[in-house]
Every structure is written in structure tokens, then in C-alpha cells.
């Protein structure tokens, strides 16, 4: 059974860092693009960032040049390193896990459960 496990989530200052991680497990993780998407209070979840199964990778404009997402393979881990945080960054953030990659338009197969990114001001 396919698990993804995300960590790293907290509270930290607007302009602050911080690296969520999602650790995965019951799938060929080689084959898989990983993503990032995150929902904050009262709106719908949003993609953030993609990662394919050859490394190439996407992110939204409204995190380009702030947030970078990687893999480890041999780890079956995905980053998403998030610099100069702001408020509106605020949500929680989801893991997710689809065979070859990530078309935010598509639908996904597998989800993690979240992990909370509160950013002050």
C-alpha cells in the first residue's frame, strides 16, 4: 500500500526558511513525479510544485525563485525548500504522487496527509 509521509512543517517569521520532506513508500519511486500542493483556509487546494520522474520540474508563479523542489531516489524522498516565506504562504502543504508526473489539471493518485506552514508577519 502506497504511504507518503510529509514532515517538516511549523511556524517561522515571514522571510524565514523551511524544508518539508515526503518520504514514500509502496511504490516504484524511480517511476514517479512527486509534487507539492497546498490549500490554505477557505480555498481550494493549489498546485505549488512538480518534480518528474527524469527530474524535470515546475513550480507556480507564485512561488518561482522562492521555493525549489528536488528528489532523492535513493531515499524515495521528495524536498520542497521554501525560502523567504511569506504570510500568504500559509496552508497546509500535501505530498503527491503520480506515475511518470504531475499535471496539476489532472487528477492524482496518491496523497500524503499534510503538514501545517504558518508564516507570520
Known amino acids: 500500500q502506497v504511504q507518503l509521509k510529509e514532515s517538516g512543517g511549523g511556524s517561522v517569521q515571514a522571510g524565514d526558511s523551511m524544508r518539508l520532506s515526503c518520504v514514500a513508500s509502496?511504490?516504484?519511486?524511480?517511476?514517479?513525479?512527486m509534487g507539492w500542493f497546498r490549500q490554505a483556509p477557505g480555498k481550494e487546494r493549489e498546485f505549488v510544485a512538480q518534480?518528474?520522474?527524469?527530474?524535470?520540474?515546475n513550480s507556480a508563479d507564485s512561488v518561482k525563485g522562492r521555493f525549489t523542489i528536488s528528489r532523492d531516489n535513493d531515499n524515495s524522498t521528495a524536498y520542497l525548500q521554501m525560502d523567504s516565506l511569506k504570510p500568504e504562504d500559509t496552508a497546509v502543504y500535501y505530498c503527491?504522487?503520480?506515475?511518470?508526473?504531475?499535471?496539476?489539471?489532472?487528477?492524482?493518485?496518491?496523497w500524503g496527509q499534510g503538514t501545517q506552514v504558518t508564516v507570520s508577519s
Open positions: 503527491a504522487a503520480e506515475l511518470w508526473l504531475i499535471v496539476p489539471e489532472k487528477e492524482v493518485s496518491y
Open positions: 509502496g511504490l516504484s519511486f524511480n517511476n514517479y513525479g
Open positions: 518534480i518528474s520522474w527524469s527530474g524535470r520540474s
